[in-house]
């Protein structure tokens, strides 16, 4: 069963760019995609190789093959160790289907952020 977890204000959030809390016996965070004003709930631990996830960095996609990259418009989170890219949106690695990180609402009420683990 899930729950809603009161993890700080906005403002804390748009600060640091991430607040990380331990819900239901896991690591959870909410990471801040300043580019488009969103907040995205996701698993603080990196499917590949357990690094915190929720201190990689957001960024756009890039495509193409080497010598031809291009943005993609896609938004994803960067691991900080290997640099695997998680998308904001479903967890899904973008380089290996089969890897993903745990994703959870989150709900953003007069100026508290929730997530619901």
């Known amino acids: 069963m899930s729950e809603t977890t009161e993890i700080g204000t906005l403002a804390e959030l748009q600060a640091a760019g991430r607040l990380v809390a331990r819900v239901g016996g896991r690591e959870v965070g909410v990471v801040w995609d300043g580019e488009r004003g969103t907040a995205h709930g996701i698993r603080n631990r990196c499917p590949h190789s357990g690094a915190p996830l929720c201190f990689g960095r957001i960024r756009e996609r890039e495509g193409g093959t080497p010598g031809a990259y291009a943005l993609t418009g896609a938004r ?28 959870y609402p989150v709900e953003i009420v007069d100026g508290l952020v929730r997530i619901e683990a």
């Open 76 to 103: 994803v989170l960067r691991c900080p160790w290997h640099g695997w890219e998680f998308d904001l949106e479903s967890g899904r690695c973008l380089d290996d289907p089969s890897q993903r990180a745990a994703v």
